[in-house]
């Protein structure tokens, strides 16, 4: 599983605002504790551009340096010692680009399609929306940020990739659901809903 930069993001801002239980906090909480409910295979992958990225951001944001350098350093850890021990240093982000608006997302893609992962997580679906995926409408939330917005799911199919893009709140529902996260199981499931196992 890939969680994009601004999950890592919302996830740090929900704890300095003495939130608790947000979509972004669980899924990371999940990830760490490799507690999915299903069969305890979640890997977290990162890759080191992706983690500069974050430093990058959260510098902006005037994070502390040390306060930095331990959250990033937690991530990496969670990686390493992940079902799979990954290392960011390793995971380049793959060559291919795709035509996403934002170069950084298409690096994020890449990385994801090239490390075999099964769902990239982001709460910015739109940049990740090329011509080269299949799109599913998942529903309707409500928020008090940007208020109504239809949600999306995304699935890549590219070479022997296949990926699933989502949305923090679809990942969520899908797991409070007992979903099987492989790829085209999932994504049998998102187009029928009630219907699970239909392959």
Same mark, same amino acid.
């Given at each position: 599983?890939?969680?994009?930069?601004?999950?890592?993001?919302?996830?740090?801002?929900?704890?300095?605002?003495?939130?608790?239980?947000?979509?972004?906090?669980?899924?990371?909480?999940?990830?760490?504790?490799?507690?999915?409910?299903?069969?305890?295979?979640?890997?977290?992958?990162?890759?080191?551009?992706?983690?500069?990225?974050?430093?990058?951001? *959260? &510098?902006?944001?005037?994070?502390?340096? =040390?306060? @930095?350098? /331990?959250?990033?350093?937690?991530?990496?850890?969670? $990686?390493?010692?992940?079902?799979?021990?990954?290392?960011?240093?390793?995971?380049?982000?793959?060559?291919?680009?795709?035509?996403?608006?934002?170069?950084?997302?298409?690096?994020?893609?890449?990385?994801?399609?090239?490390?075999?992962?099964?769902?990239?997580?982001?709460?910015?679906?739109?940049?990740?929306?090329?011509?080269?995926?299949?799109?599913?409408?998942?529903?309707?939330?409500?928020?008090?940020?940007?208020?109504?917005?239809?949600?999306?799911? *995304? &699935?890549?199919?590219?070479?022997?990739? =296949?990926? @699933?893009? /989502?949305?923090?709140?679809?990942?969520?529902?899908? $797991?409070?659901?007992?979903?099987?996260?492989?790829?085209?199981?999932?994504?049998?499931?998102?187009?029928?809903?009630?219907?699970?196992?239909?392959?």
């Amino acid at each position: 599983m890939l969680l994009d930069v601004n999950i890592f993001v919302g996830n740090i801002m929900a704890h300095d605002r003495g939130r608790k239980g947000t979509a972004t906090q669980t899924l990371l909480s999940m990830v760490s504790s490799q507690a999915w409910g299903m069969d305890n295979r979640a890997q977290l992958i990162i890759s080191f551009d992706m983690i500069d990225t974050l430093e990058t951001v *959260l &510098r902006r944001m005037h994070f502390a340096e =040390d306060r @930095i350098k /331990a959250y990033s350093g937690s991530i990496v850890d969670i $990686m390493k010692y992940g079902p799979e021990a990954l290392d960011p240093y390793f995971i380049l982000g793959g060559e291919e680009r795709f035509a996403t608006p934002d170069v950084e997302d298409a690096g994020v893609l890449a990385t994801a399609i090239g490390t075999g992962a099964d769902i990239l997580v982001t709460d910015n679906l739109r940049d990740f929306a090329t011509k080269d995926a299949s799109v599913i409408d998942t529903q309707v939330v409500n928020t008090t940020a940007s208020g109504q917005r239809t949600l999306q799911a *995304l &699935r890549y199919e590219i070479g022997g990739a =296949d990926l @699933i893009v /989502a949305h923090p709140f679809d990942v969520m529902q899908w $797991m409070r659901l007992g979903y099987d996260f492989t790829p085209e199981t999932l994504w049998n499931a998102i187009r029928n809903p009630g219907n699970e196992h239909v392959r």
